[in-house]
């Protein structure tokens, strides 16, 4: 049996844990999470599931919400792609935060793992750079 590939979605539920963990007190609760992402509880729920099963997360039964080592690395992972994509199309393009934000959500989704990697390394030495010379 293969190991189910994560998706834009199951990335955008890590993205929300670890946000949601950073302003918190280390774990959330399903409402903090179906809250931030405006979804309905029993979605979070069901994504969750998928997640545990993934070993990306732990649950208390019927309680909090933990990133394991690997969920870990996954959320911030996809949180570095998108700030480095909302940052330049923010500061770079004009683009105002709000539009940049779901702009950069989706983005980090449309293009392939590897492409994206390379473009974010090349973004954030772009913007590493372009501070430097200021």
């Known amino acids: 049996m293969t190991e189910p590939s994560i998706t834009a979605a199951m990335e955008d539920y890590l993205e929300a844990i670890l946000s949601l963990m950073a302003s918190g007190e280390g774990s959330v609760r399903v409402t903090d999470i ?10 979070v729920t069901q994504a969750l599931g998928v997640l545990k099963e993934m070993g990306l997360v732990e649950q208390e039964r019927y309680g909090r919400v933990y990133l394991t080592v690997e969920g870990m690395k996954t959320a911030r992972s996809v949180s570095q792609r998108h700030r480095v994509l909302r940052e330049f199309l923010v500061e770079v393009l ?14 980090e989704h449309a293009v392939s793992p590897a492409t994206m990697e390379r473009l974010v390394r090349w973004l954030r030495d772009w913007l590493e750079n372009s501070r430097d010379e200021q």
Do not use: F, H, N
Request: net charge negative; hydrophobic share 40%.
């Open 34 to 43: 179906a809250e931030k992402l405006s979804i309905a509880k029993p979605s």
């Open 94 to 107: 004009g683009v105002d935060p709000a539009t940049a934000d779901k702009d950069a959500c989706q983005m």
